[in-house]
Antibody, heavy 120, light 110 residues
C-alpha cells in the first residue's frame, strides 16, 4: 500500500525541540523527494523544506533556516523533521508529502499529519 | 513571503458548476505549473489537479484546471454534497525556491 505514516501527536514546552518521523511504504523510497508542510490553526499551508531521499540533499525555507533539519534513513524508508527553539506560534499540524516530478509543488501522497502543541 | 491568493469562499447548488480562481505572480504561477488540493475537515490535503490540468488516477472528470499568465482556475461541474471542502492552489516559487500555497477557498454546497 502506497502511503506515508507519521509519528504521533506531541506536546512541547517553549524552547524545546521536536522530531517527527514519516515512514514510506509501497514504493521505492529513494526515487522521490519528500517535503514537510505545516498548517497552523486557521492558517494556510506553509512549506518548511525538503529532502531528496536518493542523495540526501536538502533545502529549507528561509523562514525556518537555522531551526529546521530534515534527514532521511534509507534503510528504514523514513524521513525526519526536527524543529528547535519551539515557540507557541509553532503549534500546528505537520505533514510530510511525496513530490511527483521535480520542483513541481505537486504532492501526491501525504502523511496523516502530526498535531504539535507548544505550550507552557 | 510570496503567496497565492484566492477568494475565501465559494458556493453552489447541487448539480451546478463552480469556479475557484487563484492569483499569483511571475515568480510562481507565471513561471511554473499549478496544482490544486482538496482538504476535508481534519484530514490531509488530497491532490486534485497537477500540472495545470492533469487529474491523478481516481479523481472524477468533473474536476478540471486551467492556467493563464499569472492566474489559474479550478472548475467543478455537477456539484455534489461531498465536494464541500477547502480548496488550495499551489505552485513552485522561484524566489522562495520552494512551493507556495493559496489561503484556501471554502466551498459550500447549498
Amino acid at each position: 500500500q502506497v502511503q506515508l505514516v507519521q509519528s504521533g501527536a506531541e506536546v512541547k514546552k517553549p524552547g524545546a525541540s521536536l522530531k517527527v518521523s514519516c515512514k514510506a511504504s509501497g514504493y521505492t523510497f529513494t526515487n522521490y523527494a519528500f517535503h514537510w508542510v505545516r498548517q497552523a490553526p486557521g492558517q494556510r499551508l506553509e512549506w518548511m523544506g525538503w529532502v531528496n531521499a536518493g542523495n540526501g540533499d536538502t533545502k529549507y525555507s528561509q523562514r525556518f533556516q537555522g531551526r529546521v533539519t530534515i534527514t532521511r534513513d534509507t534503510s528504514a524508508s523514513t524521513v525526519y523533521m526536527e524543529l528547535s527553539s519551539l515557540r507557541s506560534e509553532d503549534t500546528a499540524v505537520y505533514y510530510c508529502a511525496r513530490e511527483i516530478g521535480g520542483d513541481s509543488a505537486a504532492f501526491d501522497i501525504w502523511g496523516q499529519g502530526t498535531v504539535v502543541t507548544v505550550s507552557s | 513571503q510570496s503567496v497565492l491568493t484566492h477568494p475565501p469562499s465559494a458556493s453552489g447548488a447541487p448539480g451546478q458548476r463552480v469556479t475557484i480562481s487563484c492569483f499569483g505572480s511571475s515568480s510562481n504561477i507565471g513561471s511554473s505549473t499549478v496544482n490544486w488540493y482538496q482538504q476535508l475537515p481534519g484530514t490531509a490535503p488530497k491532490l486534485l489537479i497537477y500540472s495545470n490540468n492533469e487529474r491523478p488516477s481516481g479523481v472524477p472528470v468533473r474536476f478540471s484546471g486551467s492556467k493563464s499568465g499569472t492566474s489559474a482556475s479550478l472548475a467543478i461541474s455537477g456539484l455534489q454534497s461531498e465536494d464541500e471542502a477547502d480548496y488550495y492552489c499551489a505552485a513552485w516559487d522561484d524566489s522562495l525556491n520552494g512551493p507556495v500555497f493559496g489561503g484556501g477557498t471554502k466551498l459550500t454546497v447549498l
